[in-house]
C-alpha cells in the first residue's frame, strides 16, 4: 500500500541520487555514484542534466506515492530515471518539451519499477527493464543516429564498454565508473572489466569491429557480470551470464531498434529460472537416494 502524502522523507537526498546512479551498476554506494555522476559531467556535460533530472524525478515520484522509504534511500526509485534522462537527451533535439518530458519519463519509470518490484518476484527482477521499455519509445521518436567511427584500441574498447552502461563512449568514462566500482565492490568491479573484455572479445571473433572497439558489446556482459557477482556467486554462474547475455544481443540487434541493455535483463531472468528449477528438483533427487539407500 502506498499514501500519497509526503511521509517519510529520505533523511539525505543527495545519499539517495548518488546511490542512484550507483544502482544503475546494480550497486549501492554513494561514491561510487559520484564518480558516475563526474564520468557524464566530465565526458558529456550536455546529458548530466537530464541524468539528474530523471533521477530526481523518480525520487519525488517514488516520494509522493509513498514507496518504502529505504528502498527510496537506496536508489532503487532513480537508476532508471538516470538512463531515461540519458537517453533522451542524447537522442532527442533540445526543445521547450525535452525537460518536461525527461520529468514524465523519469516518474513513470519509478512507478514501473514499483510494480515490477510487487509483481515480479525474486525471478523476474526489475533491473533496468523499465529503462528498456521508456528507452525503446524514445528511440521511436528519434532520428536515426550517425555511425561513429574509431580506431581500434583494445583497451579504449574495454572502458568504453564500461562506460556505454551509461551510453557515455568515452574511455575516461569508463575509467572513472570503474573506479568507482572499486569503491564499491572490487570483486564486482574486476567482473564487471571481465564482462567488459569477453564481450569485446567474441565480437571481434564474430567480426563486428566498429561495434567491438565503441564497446557496443561490453556493457551488457559487464552488466551480467556485476549481476552475479555482487554476493561473490560462484564464477561459472557469473560467466555463464555473460555467456547468455552475448548469445541474445546479436538477436536483439536485429531489431529495428537499439537493443540497449534488454540482452543483460533477459539473460539475468533466464538464470534466475535456470536457478530456481535446479534448486526446486534437488530436495526432490535428496530424498530419492535416501528412499533408495
Known sequence: MYTKNFVNPCPDWATALLNGFSQVLLLRNPLCGLCCLLAILLTAPALVGGALLGALAGLLTAQRRGYDR??????LYCYNGVLVGILISAVLPWSAILAPLIIAAGGLSSMLTHQWRKRGGKLLVAYTAPFVLLGWATLLLAEPSAVVHVEPAPLDAVLRGVGQIFLLDKPMAGLLIIVGMYFANPYAATWAVIGSMLGGGAALLAGEGQAVWMGLYGFNAALAALAFSRQRERPWVTLLAICLALTLQPLLNA?????????????????HVAIHLINHRRPGRLRARAQQR
Open 255 to 271: 531489431l529495428p531498434i537499439a537493443g540497449l541493455t534488454a540482452p543483460f535483463v533477459i539473460a539475468c531472468w533466464l538464470m
Open 70 to 75: 529505504a528502498d527510496r534511500q537506496a536508489g
